[in-house]
């Protein structure tokens, strides 16, 4: 029952860094916001499996191979404790599914992009999970229990994807010419959609107000972005990789990297369905769900046929 009281409880025991648990009292604001996140995020994990899977087959060695499928294994992984994670609010797997077909629900910006080569399967593991992890760690702390809970778990895999992608890119920077040319180029392509993946700035960031204060989101989207610049321009001295950004430097006063402007013109853009791949990625989601609608009714017959024996058996 809601309730000027219960809305107060609700937000002391958030203020008291408590968690929020299924069976709890949420206002509907909070139970939608999270609908939102948690499956957008989970939608983000399974379609991003794609532009990698794509390189299973045409990976330079066995152990490249093994590692990639091991990763997108763990990303099919994550889209599942996340689903979970959300069904735990009232929505069913089957209308989430539905509201991402439909293009109600989005799934981040960056799987958009296509994967040309085999560098930039690096520039993902790095620059994209790099991204990722710096968000997911922060989200360990998330007012909700069960989206908490399955973001300690995917942290620890998260930081695997990124040696993997990290390794890749390493490899090519001490090898040929053109090897070099290959990493750079996918340096240049994916550093400006990979910062993105944060979000615009704070001010122009529509859920971010209740989101913090209902401490869903524990850091701003500039916070975040800011972190991994920090982080990742040291990453790519290291291997003698060059930022696509003039305007980048170290500023001595904040003890953070300045840089550049993000086209968030092109960030709407993508984000309203016009990128490199929405379509491809969309149909081949689409094509493969309705593929393996019999998975998904031979599974659910058998369930029910289970549970009608153990009735007899109890009965």
């Not at 990976?59 to 294994?73: D, E, G, M």
């Not at 797997?93 to 991402?100: A, G, K, N, S, Y």
Request: glycine fraction near 8%; hydrophobic fraction near 35%.
């Amino acid at each position: 029952m809601h309730n000027e009281h219960t809305d107060q409880h609700f937000q002391l025991r958030i203020d008291t860094e408590g968690h929020i648990e299924p069976r709890d009292y949420m206002p509907e604001g909070y139970r939608k916001h999270l609908i939102r996140q948690i499956s957008q995020h989970a939608h983000s994990e399974v379609i991003g499996m794609q532009p990698e899977g794509n390189w299973i087959t045409r990976a330079p060695s066995l152990r490249a191979k093994q590692i990639l499928l091991a990763k997108i294994q763990d990303e099919g992984g994550h889209g599942l404790y996340l689903y979970s994670a959300a069904e735990t609010l009232g929505i069913s797997r089957e209308e989430m599914i539905e509201q991402l077909h439909s293009g109600k629900a989005k799934y981040s910006n960056i799987f958009n992009y296509p994967a040309l080569n085999w560098a930039d399967i690096g520039a993902i593991g790095w620059l994209v999970d790099g991204a990722a992890i710096v968000n997911q760690v922060s989200l360990q702390r998330t007012s909700y229990g069960p989206y908490s809970r399955a973001m300690v778990r995917i942290c620890k895999e998260e930081s695997f994807h990124q040696r993997q992608g990290y390794e890749i890119m390493a490899k090519m920077m001490n090898g040929t010419k053109e090897q070099k040319e290959m990493a750079q180029d996918a340096m240049n392509r994916w550093w400006w959609p990979a910062l993105m993946m944060f979000g615009p700035h704070d001010k122009d960031s529509p859920h971010t107000g209740d989101a913090v204060k209902w401490k869903i989101k524990r850091e701003s989207n500039d916070t975040l972005r800011q972190k991994f610049i920090d982080k990742t321009v040291q990453q790519a001295e290291l291997i003698g990789l060059k930022i696509p950004d003039n305007d980048i430097k170290w500023n001595e006063k904040t003890e953070h990297y300045d840089h550049g402007e993000i086209d968030w013109n092109e960030f709407h853009r993508v984000i309203k369905g016009n990128g490199p791949c929405n379509k491809q990625r969309m149909d081949h989601h689409i094509k493969y769900h309705n593929e393996g609608a019999w998975v998904r009714e031979a599974a659910a017959a058998y369930k029910t046929k289970k549970l009608k024996k153990e009735e007899l058996v109890i009965g």
